[in-house]
């Protein structure tokens, strides 16, 4: 086993509920996760599953740094994200990226892809041709024509805008990507068009993948480790295959039976093998 590049110990939040009533007798806390360990290898992807409301996306936005836990620690590089401030705190951030679910929502309307793809590169300070140069490809790396760098987030499809936010989370050439539930927007064959682009993308740039769905048979083809979350905890852990083939927690018990007899869900590693390679080299 190499060294973590990412480790989180403890990690606990809450979140308040209800309007308080007269007396603040209505208002609650509720705990979305509660008291997580993992570690990510470099160049892996730990996937993540479990029902809506399971905390898994509350989990993915402390571990880059989105939300602060109430308690625990999240250790990138060997280094504690808390303490540290300054200069490596914005290099470490450039290390985080995230990709959404959906892609219409999470670029801006107002601005070209283009625009939206240069953003993170301004914000840092890259302007001019370099970032027209970056723009360009990147767009080509995440299979998009530069051509189309002028037109807008409406004009194009749920898949191209999917590519668009990709190439923008990697702008930065982060090592940590945050994948929250990144296909369940879009068409199933232009799912399986996104998840070969993700996998050639970690392969060609040794990324590391925090990967979150609902589909237990999608955790299957994209992950080497997996977590099953219940009611904000980690209720089972192991290899992919370990998850699916003997699963130990009844709840991941039920999951399984429930893909198996439903049979809804595509058989992933068969149906992107009949894709072709989404990178334009
Ligand atoms: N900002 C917030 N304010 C209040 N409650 C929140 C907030 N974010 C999340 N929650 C609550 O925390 C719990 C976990 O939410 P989270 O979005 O992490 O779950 P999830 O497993 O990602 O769900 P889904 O699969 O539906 O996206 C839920 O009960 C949710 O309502």
Same mark, same amino acid.
């Given at each position: 086993m190499s060294t973590p590049l990412l480790q989180a110990r403890g990690l606990q939040k809450s979140f308040a509920t209800g309007d308080g009533g007269l007396f603040g007798q209505g208002r609650h806390r509720h705990m979305a996760v509660d008291g997580i360990d993992l570690a990510i290898e470099p160049g892996t992807t730990l996937g993540c599953v479990g029902e809506s409301g399971s905390g898994k996306s509350t989990l993915g936005r402390m571990l880059v740094g989105l939300i602060e836990p109430d308690e625990g620690s999240v250790t990138f590089d060997g280094q504690d994200v808390a303490k540290v401030a300054g200069k490596e705190r914005a290099a470490l951030r450039r290390n985080m990226q995230v990709v959404f679910q959906d892609p219409l929502l999470s670029?801006?309307?107002?601005?070209t892809i283009g625009q939206n793809i240069q953003r993170p590169l301004r914000n840092y300070g890259v302007g001019g041709s370099e970032a027209e140069d970056r723009m360009a490809r990147l767009m080509k790396m995440c299979?998009?024509? /530069?051509?189309? &760098?002028?037109?807008?987030?409406?004009?194009?499809?749920g898949g191209q805008c999917q590519r668009v936010a990709i190439a923008r989370a990697l702008a930065l050439e982060p090592r940590f990507v945050f994948l929250d539930? /990144?296909?369940? &927007?879009?068409d199933v064959s232009v799912q399986a068009q996104i998840l070969n682009l993700l996998l050639d993308l970690q392969a060609e740039l040794g990324l590391t993948y925090f990967f979150v769905t609902h589909d237990l048979k999608l955790i299957e083809f994209m992950s080497q480790q997996v977590i099953v979350m219940l009611k904000g905890s980690v209720v089972e852990r192991g290899t992919s295959a370990e998850i699916w083939q003997s699963p130990k927690h009844a709840y991941t018990q039920n999951l399984l039976r429930s893909v198996l007899r439903l049979?809804?869900?595509?058989?992933w590693a068969r149906f992107a093998a009949s894709e072709t390679s989404s990178v334009i080299p």
């Open positions: 670029l801006n309307p107002r601005r299979g998009l024509d /530069p051509a189309q &760098a002028a037109r807008y987030p409406h004009e194009i499809s539930e /990144p296909v369940s &927007a879009l049979g809804s869900t595509p058989d």
